[in-house]
């Protein structure tokens, strides 16, 4: 297998931790329209669409289209109302470290997220200089856990997919990643088991040994 040229980081999650705001916004939005919802739900919402996000919610309720607009644009106005408290500040533990080295190292660096706010959550997080690419919510017709968003990002960032490590902490996005060719970090939480290397979060793993795992199995198995 060839070595690794690039990173391609999940956004929420992985290099800060929206979920809570995303949390939030959803359950504003629940209360108001009497949806159970609980921390719980929200957590399964990791890595999934706004619109798929509230069909889950919905569970098999339907909606008019101009309904179900209004409810998804009513949620992420509350969410941009919280995100107007994100600073680089919230960078989640060892972030800012493990990207100096990456990009030190000679790695090209994109996010891949669902998210179509994810411009704003990477400026105010100040990495807008860091990624070279970002596949946000608007790049792609098909969301995870279809393979389509790391493949533009990778091509975007002019690297074979198989070069590329995705980092994510959802299952739909290591489906995503893993469907794309690429290979894969899973961080932190339950779900993410088949991932090809898991760790709890970025806060103390060196990228020489994110690289260097992924070199012993090319040798192990290329
Ligand atoms: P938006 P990621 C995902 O971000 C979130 O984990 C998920 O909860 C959210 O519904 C999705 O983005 C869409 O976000 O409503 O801002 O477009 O993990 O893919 O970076
Ligand atoms: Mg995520």
Request: overall charge negative; aromatic content about 8%.
């Amino acid at each position: 297998m060839p070595p690794i040229s690039a990173f391609i980081f999940d956004l929420d999650g992985v290099i800060t931790d929206t979920a809570e705001y995303h949390y939030l916004a959803w359950q504003r939005l629940a209360d108001e329209e009497g949806l159970p919802f609980s921390r719980e739900d929200n957590e399964h919402l990791r890595g999934v669409s706004r619109r798929d996000s509230l069909l889950r919610l919905l569970k098999g309720r339907t909606l008019p289209e101009d309904t179900f607009e209004a409810w998804m644009k009513r949620k992420n106005d509350y969410y941009l109302g919280h995100l107007e408290q994100l600073t680089p500040a919230d960078r989640l533990p060892g972030v800012t470290r493990f990207l100096e080295e990456a990009a030190a190292a000679g790695l090209k660096l994109g996010i891949g997220s669902a998210s179509k706010n994810a411009h704003q959550v990477i400026a105010r997080l100040g990495l807008a200089a860091t990624f070279a690419v970002i596949g946000d919510g608007y790049a792609v017709a098909h969301s995870k856990p279809a393979p389509d968003l790391f493949i533009w990002v990778a091509g975007g960032l002019q690297v074979p997919v198989e070069e590329a490590v995705v980092f994510e902490d959802a299952a739909a996005g290591v489906d995503a990643a893993r469907a794309a060719g690429c290979r894969t970090v899973g961080l932190g939480r339950a779900g993410i088991d088949h991932a090809d290397l898991v760790l709890p979060d970025l806060a103390t793993i060196p990228v020489a040994a994110v690289l260097a795992h992924f070199a012993a199995r090319t040798t192990t198995h290329g």
